[in-house]
């Protein structure tokens, strides 16, 4: 990527001495367009899922889900009331293939079987997660943008110094500016189809709510 991690670092540290208050919501809470989870659901039509090498495509249903071989597992939680939350818990573990590799691969938490345009609020906008860091990653843990339901358009950001700057067993946010997935100019934000956080280690989180956020007044994201 043209702008570096410590940008985004940067970026988070500043976020974290604002009131979230002051970063003004796009939509109400059942927009699908800017709401992709409220109060540990998805949004309809929004759905989630769960998968890993062995089985991509896993439904959560009832805010309850596991992988193949449960290496990766979603269940309710609690920020405010019962169920206001998912505890998503990654376990690291691996099946060796006869050549010494991992056949789960990354075990992933997916939102997708949506498509919406937020082209608009590319370089206004970002992505937030409402979210209590339980337990750090251990190995590399992506945040991932698909568009057009295809691995071929696809914005990433490697998640671990991030997570590390956040507290642990506290709910706060992780914040990432749109056009920081998008460096190069080809991510088609008319066409977001998926949000992927995955990875091979150990991870842990509660996660209450992702959506979209107004980036602070006079603040570019990852534009120069």
Request: hydrophobic share 35%.
């Amino acid at each position: 990527m043209k702008s570096s991690i410590s940008q985004l670092i940067s970026f988070v540290k500043y976020l974290s001495a604002l009131s979230l208050l002051s970063l003004s919501y796009f939509a109400s809470a059942a927009d699908p367009v800017s709401t992709y989870i409220h109060q540990g659901k998805a949004v309809s039509p929004w759905k989630l899922q769960v998968g890993n090498g062995l089985n991509w495509s896993i439904p959560v249903k009832n805010q309850t889900g596991e992988t193949e071989r449960a290496n990766l597992t979603v269940k309710p939680a609690k920020k405010s009331t019962k169920g206001d939350a998912l505890n998503v818990k990654w376990l690291g573990r691996e099946v060796k293939n006869q050549w010494g590799g991992n056949l789960l691969n990354d075990s992933s938490l997916t939102i997708n079987k949506n498509k919406v345009d937020i082209s608009s609020v590319e370089d206004l906008a970002a992505i937030n997660f409402d979210m209590r860091v339980l337990r750090k990653p251990n190995k590399v843990t992506s945040l991932t943008l698909r568009c057009k339901y295809t691995n071929k358009c696809e914005g990433k950001i490697v998640l671990n110094k991030l997570l590390d700057q956040m507290p642990e067993d506290e709910w706060s946010q992780l914040t990432l500016p749109l056009n920081c997935f998008n460096p190069d100019g080809e991510f088609d934000f008319s066409q977001l189809t998926d949000i992927i956080i995955s990875t091979q280690g150990k991870l842990e989180f509660d996660l209450a709510r992702v959506d979209l956020v107004a980036l602070p007044k006079g603040h570019k994201g990852c534009k120069k």
